[in-house]
């Protein structure tokens, strides 16, 4: 199958070749993204083999992204595939978050069932089979938690050397502790995240290290098959709209292509609508949106979020986002503190765990609804990208009383859980529980 780079400037679109180690046009200083313009797939054999694979032990068939390889075809042979049996999550009906945002039903997929707890895991195996294929030994990543995490890994089990860098003292423990212990050499940077992805690709031909942020394309191409699991669990059966967070925007990207893909292949019936949120202190993208584009792109330089996974001030792949948006006539919005904070413990409330960046989903659903823009009775999917386990720290503080906004505001827990402490008395802890019950 033949496979391109192309530049994704609709005024330039340059071809490189796909082993070509680039990361951006050289002409115009655009975006790449990974084209197959001999591609042609039959719909009802596709679904047909694809369910059939679910049952089948090797495990380039077990896993949840190369499954579905005939609509990522951009390798020769499979041999440099490393799989850790990444994808494979659950959609799951959340019926107390859909009563919260105002709908008659909502379902999460949910992305921290993945090896490494993100939806990034989805992304890194075919960045790493990549990597592999052009012969580097070292691969690198700006990260704040999750992206260096699901990079390791992969870099570990591909027996590659990871590097990872990270702003300092802005990282969830959670997250650094994975990174940590699949072998990363970690380097926290005195700079904020959009800083270091600055200078970590001006570097990365020097030191011969292959780059695997999103601005990599085939981190992309990975991140479809997130979409393309979730029609394929529906039966094929779009929904009206897909919520999912906004931070450095690859997601949305790869949500709008995937989309635009198995629409042309016959696949889909409908186009289901993007709808993008961000946290209030970093939402450049947002405003972008919201100002229909007047005036560029301007990043936000100092964002600020509790959400560590999306504070992003200057995402890399906005182009790309803001296309897939318009081409989806999907939405952008932007949501407080508060309401991630209250959104993901109404999550938790469903039996359902995520991490604060995810919450932001609910809550940008829950604005959008009580807007009008999202109708009750439409079908929503929304996404939850990664794992509760990833900031424990953020819902010990919530429930408890104490957390507090980066301008340091107090959020108040509207669903709060507090833990009582309570002596060795069988009595007291009779009339405790006695009394909750009663209430």
Same mark, same amino acid.
């Given at each position: 199958?033949?496979?391109?780079?192309?530049?994704?400037?609709?005024?330039?679109?340059?071809?490189?070749?796909?082993?070509?180690?680039?990361?951006?046009?050289?002409?115009?200083?655009?975006?790449?993204?990974?084209?197959?313009? @001999?591609?042609?797939?039959? &719909?009802?054999?596709?679904?047909?083999?694809?369910?059939?694979?679910?049952?089948?032990?090797?495990?380039?068939?077990?896993?949840?992204?190369?499954?579905?390889? !005939?609509?990522?075809?951009?390798?020769? *042979?499979?041999?440099?595939?490393?799989?850790?049996?990444?994808?494979?999550?659950?959609?799951?009906?959340?019926?107390? $978050?859909?009563?919260?945002?105002?709908?008659?039903?909502?379902?999460?997929?949910?992305?921290?069932?993945?090896?490494?707890?993100?939806?990034?895991?989805?992304?890194?195996?075919?960045?790493? $089979?990549?990597?592999?294929?052009?012969?580097?030994?070292?691969?690198?990543?700006?990260?704040?938690?999750?992206?260096?995490?699901?990079?390791?890994?992969?870099?570990? #089990?591909?027996?590659?050397?990871?590097?990872?860098?990270?702003?300092?003292?802005?990282?969830?423990?959670?997250?650094? #502790?994975?990174?940590?212990?699949?072998?990363?050499?970690?380097?926290?940077? !005195?700079?904020?995240? *959009?800083?270091?992805?600055?200078?970590?690709?001006?570097? $990365?031909?020097?030191?011969?290290?292959?780059?695997?942020?999103?601005?990599?394309?085939?981190?992309? !191409?990975?991140?479809?098959?997130?979409?393309?699991?979730?029609?394929?669990?529906?039966?094929?059966?779009?929904?009206?709209?897909?919520?999912?967070?906004?931070?450095?925007?690859?997601?949305?990207?790869?949500?709008?292509? #995937?989309?635009? @893909?198995?629409?042309?292949?016959?696949?889909?019936?409908?186009?289901?609508?993007?709808?993008?949120?961000?946290?209030?202190? &970093?939402?450049?993208?947002?405003?972008?949106?919201? !100002?229909?584009?007047?005036?560029?792109?301007?990043?936000?330089?100092?964002? @600020?979020?509790?959400?560590?996974?999306?504070?992003?001030? *200057?995402?890399?792949?906005?182009?790309?986002?803001?296309?897939?948006?318009?081409?989806?006539?999907?939405?952008?919005?932007?949501?407080?503190?508060?309401?991630?904070?209250?959104?993901?413990?109404?999550?938790?409330?469903?039996?359902?765990?995520?991490?604060?960046?995810?919450?932001?989903?609910?809550?940008?659903?829950?604005?959008?609804?009580?807007?009008?823009?999202? $109708?009750?009775?439409? *079908?929503?999917?929304?996404?939850?990208?990664?794992?509760?386990?990833?900031?424990?720290?953020?819902?010990?503080?919530?429930?408890?009383?104490?957390?507090?906004?980066?301008?340091?505001?107090?959020?108040?827990?509207?669903?709060?859980?507090?833990?009582?402490?309570? #002596?060795?008395?069988?009595?007291?802890?009779?009339?405790?529980?006695?009394? @909750?019950?009663?209430?």
């Amino acid at each position: 199958m033949t496979a391109e780079l192309v530049c994704f400037e609709r005024a330039c679109r340059r071809r490189f070749p796909i082993t070509e180690v680039i990361y951006e046009c050289p002409s115009c200083g655009g975006l790449l993204e990974v084209e197959y313009p @001999e591609l042609h797939l039959d &719909a009802g054999r596709l679904k047909r083999l694809w369910r059939e694979r679910r049952t089948e032990n090797a495990p380039i068939d077990r896993s949840g992204v190369w499954r579905y390889r !005939e609509l990522i075809p951009f390798l020769e *042979d499979y041999g440099s595939v490393v799989t850790l049996g990444e994808g494979n999550t659950p959609l799951l009906d959340a019926p107390k $978050a859909a009563e919260y945002a105002g709908l008659e039903r909502l379902t999460f997929k949910h992305q921290g069932f993945n090896p490494t707890g993100s939806f990034k895991d989805n992304g890194m195996t075919c960045g790493v $089979a990549q990597a592999l294929r052009l012969g580097m030994r070292r691969v690198a990543c700006v990260s704040t938690g999750n992206t260096s995490a699901s990079m390791t890994a992969y870099a570990a #089990a591909a027996g590659l050397e990871p590097i990872i860098f990270i702003p300092h003292g802005n990282i969830s423990f959670g997250k650094l #502790a994975q990174a940590l212990e699949y072998g990363a050499r970690t380097l926290q940077v !005195e700079a904020n995240f *959009d800083e270091i992805l600055a200078l970590v690709r001006s570097l $990365a031909g020097e030191l011969g290290i292959y780059l695997l942020n999103s601005v990599n394309p085939f981190r992309i !191409e990975g991140q479809k098959s997130i979409v393309i699991e979730m029609m394929d669990q529906r039966d094929w059966r779009a929904p009206d709209w897909i919520a999912l967070p906004g931070g450095n925007l690859g997601n949305t990207a790869a949500f709008g292509k #995937a989309l635009r @893909e198995l629409s042309e292949h016959g696949f889909l019936e409908k186009m289901p609508r993007l709808a993008v949120i961000q946290a209030e202190g &970093a939402a450049p993208f947002y405003e972008y949106m919201r !100002e229909e584009g007047r005036g560029g792109f301007r990043p936000v330089a100092h964002p @600020e979020t509790l959400a560590t996974a999306i504070r992003i001030g *200057d995402p890399v792949s906005w182009p790309k986002a803001a296309f897939e948006v318009r081409s989806s006539r999907g939405v952008v919005e932007k949501v407080s503190e508060q309401e991630i904070a209250d959104a993901k413990a109404v999550i938790g409330r469903c039996g359902i765990g995520c991490e604060p960046a995810s919450a932001a989903t609910l809550a940008g659903i829950r604005k959008l609804r009580q807007a009008g823009v999202i $109708a009750p009775d439409e *079908d929503v999917v929304g996404v939850l990208t990664g794992h509760l386990l990833k900031d424990p720290d953020y819902v010990y503080r919530y429930h408890t009383g104490q957390l507090v906004t980066p301008a340091g505001v107090p959020v108040r827990g509207a669903f709060e859980n507090r833990p009582v402490v309570v #002596a060795k008395d069988p009595r007291r802890i009779a009339e405790i529980l006695l009394a @909750e019950t009663l209430s």
